[in-house]
């Protein structure tokens, strides 16, 4: 794929750099001595937003602006992280944003989508619902839809993947958290570019698997529904450009509870003192399940996204992980 060559993911990764520094890759002592492994974690919690996701979307609202001058504002739809990126973005480039979160989406998240100016709108009982509403939306209200994933958008988060790469080039392995794929597709398309060999292990939920069925089956399998605490993981459609590249490009995908989930962002808490959101943590579960196999390697996770609500900072604190 032509928009995924190295010119193009630099092009974009200088956007990236007009808005924000690189967030560090960093080996915390503890962490290494739980996983067996040399671990190194790419902090995208510490991104503008808290997540990854901002990358994207201030590629794709630069461009998009650049090409519509008149625009008259966006509309996407998010359990949150993508939200918040649309919001500052459009923010920044000048954009009018509205977003449609599910019913009893994270109220932190959607506080900080407000906070940048986002008109919020609740429907649905989970992303995809919000989405076919947003989606409906658009000739009422004359707005650009916002993909959840779109090529810009892949290319914007592959920036941070060329800083993990660049920093830390003889990883064996990096462990992705998969919500519709645009964290993963990124990190396997700085890797080829590069022309590194790292292995790279998409993580979905048990309660969210439509990704790893779809990886089995090679094809798209949609689930009627999710069930996980990691709402940036609880998708069940597959994005079938998505799918095609973690196919050609990724070795497997794991699958990880919730049990295993709370106990990853316990140890974020307690061994780093980084907050971690469910899909955030879902690398670092996936390397716990899969320690025998990767003892004494050098290995990467994402902790793709910081922002976790206070109810389920408080499960993490009483140990509920532990419980399974």
């Known amino acids: 794929m032509d928009w995924l060559t190295l010119p193009e993911l630099e092009a974009a990764r200088d956007i990236v750099r007009g808005h924000m520094a690189p967030t560090p890759a960093l080996s915390w002592p503890l962490v290494n001595e739980r996983a067996g492994a040399e671990v190194w974690v790419k902090h995208e919690n510490h991104s503008p937003i808290g997540a990854f996701k901002v990358r994207g979307g201030l590629v794709y609202l630069t461009r998009i602006k650049a090409e519509n001058p008149d625009i008259a504002g966006v509309l996407s739809a998010t359990t949150g992280n993508h939200g918040q990126s649309i919001g500052l973005a459009a923010r920044l480039v000048g954009l009018p944003a509205t977003i449609v979160v599910p019913l009893g989406n994270n109220p932190g998240k959607n506080a900080a989508m407000k906070g940048f100016g986002v008109e919020l709108i609740e429907h649905g009982a989970d992303f995809d619902s919000a989405r076919e509403f947003a989606e409906g939306m658009v000739e009422d209200r004359g707005l650009h839809m916002v993909p959840a994933f779109h090529p810009w958008l892949v290319q914007g988060v592959a920036s941070y993947a060329l800083e993990f790469f660049e920093a830390q080039p003889d990883l064996d392995t990096v462990y992705v958290p998969i919500g519709l794929g645009s964290g993963i597709c990124g990190v396997i398309a700085a890797r080829d570019a590069l022309g590194l060999k790292t292995e790279v292990v998409g993580v979905v939920a048990e309660g969210a698997p439509c990704y790893a069925l779809s990886f089995e089956a090679g094809r798209v399998v949609p689930t009627n529904g999710v069930e996980t605490l990691a ?94």
């Open 231 to 324: 709402e940036g993981l609880a998708v069940r459609q597959p994005s079938p450009i998505a799918l095609e590249i973690i196919r050609n490009g990724a070795d497997r995908i794991v699958q990880v509870s919730d049990a295993e989930i709370l106990v990853a962002m316990e140890t974020y808490v307690t061994e780093t003192h980084n907050l971690a959101e469910g899909a955030g943590a879902a690398g670092l579960a996936a390397l716990m399940q899969e320690r025998r196999a990767m003892a004494g390697r050098r290995v990467g996770v994402v902790l793709s996204g910081g922002n976790v609500s206070r109810e389920q900072l408080a499960r993490v604190l009483a140990g509920a992980g532990a419980d399974g």
